[in-house]
């Protein structure tokens, strides 16, 4: 067998191992379908334009609530070679769509898994000093390696700083199996709006007709025409899940 071939051989084993971990964790929960409460929220996101593919519609919810949500960005982009940052822009364009705010913590694109634990050193004081309800994170097994390290590093945040809510997992680079769902269906035109902010992004690919065509399927589970899926749990089993994924 060729090398290339042993290597594939290996991939597929691994991917087999960590699908048949996630399953035995989630499978066969019933989706619930759930209403947003007004409540302080963090969103971590590993690039700018996460939050809103993913979760556009729930923050778009909070707002509405009444909640404080306050979006941690975690990478930034290369600049420009006029010295501008494309998706900064866009992404406080986003905020005032769905109505949260931002702190961009900048550490390097695409090279997350090199600095989990200082990742993880600055969740750990936001978390302290916000003091969330809740934290909205990327699923720990999402098939993207900056969602992986960036979910790793929020388990060890959540872990140091004692964080006690619940936490929500969301699907971006691939799908979990959800055990809550949030309808979204009122908002949809302002997650479009939200995402339509990223141009520079959207340039390459059509985030919104992606991400809006998932919760129209999401939504089929649970009778709404629109709905956002999540892996919700309190912050000990979220940790817990994380390790058993072999990510922190």
Request: hydrophobic residues 40%.
């Amino acid at each position: 067998m060729t090398l290339p071939r042993i290597l594939d051989s290996l991939l597929e084993r691994t991917a087999i191992r960590l699908l048949h971990r996630i399953h035995r964790i989630t499978h066969r929960m019933p989706v619930r379908l759930r209403t947003i409460q007004r409540q302080r929220v963090v969103v971590v996101a590993p690039h700018a334009d996460d939050e809103s593919i993913a979760v556009g519609g729930t923050l778009a919810l909070q707002r509405r609530a009444g909640g404080e949500v306050t979006a941690l960005i975690v990478t930034n982009e290369p600049v420009d070679a006029d010295g501008t940052w494309a998706r900064k822009s866009e992404a406080e364009a986003a905020g005032k769509v769905l109505g949260h705010r931002h702190r961009f913590l900048g550490f390097p694109d695409g090279q997350t898994s090199l600095h989990e634990d200082a990742i993880a050193g600055v969740l750990t004081d936001a978390l302290r000093e916000l003091r969330p309800d809740v934290v909205i994170c990327p699923f720990p097994g999402d098939h993207h390696r900056d969602h992986q390290a960036v979910s790793a590093s929020t388990a060890g945040a959540i872990a140091r700083s004692g964080f006690s809510g619940e936490v929500w997992c969301y699907e971006t680079w691939s799908t979990l199996w959800p055990n809550t769902a949030i309808d979204i269906s009122e908002v949809v035109d302002e997650k479009r709006r939200a995402i339509a902010c990223y141009r520079s992004q959207l340039a390459h690919m059509p985030y919104a007709d992606a991400a809006l065509g998932l919760n129209r399927f999401r939504g089929l589970k649970v009778g709404v025409t629109h709905a956002e899926g999540l892996f919700a749990c309190a912050a000990p089993r979220f940790i817990e899940l994380a390790r058993t994924l072999s990510i922190v």
